[in-house]
């Protein structure tokens, strides 16, 4: 092999390493920020859900706060579980599992009753997101007609 091919090689590897590292930098900052937002919100669902005063100024009309508490507790569950699926901790396997012990809880179906439309709304275009409530949408059809 002439000396240029073997310098045009190693370069092409250096720059090929180097792609990849950037990648995957890029990949972590914005899991990074993913998991510092997902944190902002889900702090303010314990606080909400725990005061209900805050839960009074923020419930929507025609919610009583007490309700609102207990829909907010559900959501902060599924916030928890859902930055766990986006970040690739979660196995689709685990993730149906997940779903349906969530909606076994009538806290959960409630918040996703009330909210779930406004969830699958903001999910349009993230495709784990959007894989993400279609299986909690079907864990709470499964279990809504076993409670029919």
């Not at 990949?27 to 314990?46: G, M, V």
């Not at 689709?92 to 997940?98: E, G, M, P, T, V």
């Not at 709304?121 to 784990?128: F, I, L």
């Amino acid at each position: 092999m002439k000396t240029s091919n073997a310098v045009l090689i190693a370069a092409a590897s250096v720059a090929a390493v180097g792609v990849a590292h950037l990648v995957q930098k890029d990949r972590q900052h914005k899991q990074t920020i993913d998991a510092t937002l997902s944190r902002i919100q889900i702090d303010w669902l314990a606080r909400t859900s725990q005061d209900e005063q805050e839960a009074a100024r923020w419930a929507p009309e025609g919610i009583e706060p007490k309700q609102y508490q207990r829909m907010l507790s559900g959501n902060r569950l599924l916030c928890q579980f859902s930055l766990r699926w986006r970040l690739g901790l979660v196995t689709r396997r685990q993730l149906d599992l997940f779903a349906g012990h969530a909606m076994e809880s009538a806290t959960c179906r409630d918040y996703w009753k009330q909210f779930g439309s406004l969830r699958v709304a903001e999910a349009v275009g993230d495709e784990k997101s959007e894989v993400f409530n279609q299986a909690i949408g079907d864990a709470y059809t499964r279990a809504t007609n076993l409670a029919a």
